[in-house]
């Protein structure tokens, strides 16, 4: 046997050992997630429910869909609450690890612990707090809050014009210790040289913050915003939990519409397409985030 017919028997094994390692998520990945994705796509193109079963019918649901007032208005919540979320939470928690990041490792746990607990909390438990803390009497505790301030007593899920800033701030709360953890692990990755020679060139606070520390967190803050404006594109239990879609659909979001067209309204036809639409919607901006904002490091 010659050696190339000997490294060929070796490669083949090598080859059988990594998909034999594949196997159990490629089998998971198709069963659960691409698997789904078509049939979604296949739904999308017939009407019916769960429990009287489909018929195809093309297009039909698509152009359903975008004459649906409902599901426009969804979109524009959806749109509204993520611009809103999405830049208040980078902020918030930019700010809070830049904090932190000066505190003794010590501290930086607890307080990572305290920022990360409401995010392994049951959504269920925390909305019925929340709801409380929303309650619109004067004695409800924000009213008491922003009465210190002058501010008259608000209804604050029951008021079109601030159910979405209500939602805003619950799933910052709920979400922001992600956030901030993510931020701290970027600036652990900056090296302290940078710091030290920037002191010794005479950089001030502010320079080093400008010059440094935010370039270097360039693809922190693209994974961030990819990922953020993927998961509150998609916003749900927050919306069933506090407001059903209320007061008058405006806090409506396309993904409660979904699960109101398909479980509700026995609709899964059109539930699909609301939901395949949604799909492309966030694709698109994935694909323009990754290809237009700039991530690598000057």
């Not at 980078?90 to 307080?111: C, E, G, H, R, Y």
């Not at 004067?138 to 079109?160: A, E, H, K, M």
């Not at 007061?247 to 036809?269: C, I, R």
């Amino acid at each position: 046997m010659t050696a190339q017919q000997r490294i060929l028997p070796r490669r083949a094994r090598q080859y059988l050992t990594a998909y034999g390692f594949l196997i159990p998520y490629l089998a998971f990945y198709v069963t659960f997630v691409l698997l789904p994705v078509l049939w979604s796509f296949y739904l999308s193109l017939c009407k019916g429910g769960l429990l009287g079963g489909t018929e195809f019918t093309g297009l039909q649901n698509y152009i359903k869909a975008w004459n649906n007032s409902l599901f426009l208005r969804a979109l524009q919540n959806t749109a509204y609450y993520t611009l809103l979320v999405v830049p208040l939470a980078m902020l918030s928690s930019l700010t809070l690890a830049l904090l932190i990041d000066k505190m003794a490792p010590f501290w930086q746990n607890v307080v990572k612990s305290a920022l990360f607990l409401p995010m392994v909390s049951s959504v269920v438990s925390l909305s019925i707090i929340w709801k409380a803390i929303f309650i619109p009497d004067r004695n409800g505790p924000l009213n008491t809050l922003v009465g210190v301030f002058g501010i008259p007593p608000q209804n604050w899920l029951g008021n079109p014009d601030l159910v979405i800033p209500s939602i805003v701030g619950f799933e910052i709360w709920r979400g922001y210790g992600f956030w901030v953890i993510v931020f701290l692990a970027g600036l652990d990755a900056i090296p302290n040289d940078l710091y030290e020679a920037a002191r010794v060139d005479g950089a001030n606070a502010w320079h080093i913050l400008t010059r440094i520390t935010l370039p270097l967190l360039r693809p922190t803050f693209l994974f961030l915003l990819v990922m953020g404006f993927i998961w509150n594109l998609q916003l749900f239990d927050a919306v069933y939990m506090l407001t059903a879609g209320g007061p008058a659909n405006a806090s409506a979001t396309v993904v409660w519409y979904v699960y109101q067209n398909a479980f509700h309204f026995e609709n899964l036809g059109l539930a699909a397409t609301m939901g395949v639409l949604l799909l492309v919607i966030i694709l698109i901006l994935t694909v323009l985030q990754l290809k237009y904002i700039p991530s690598e490091v000057d």
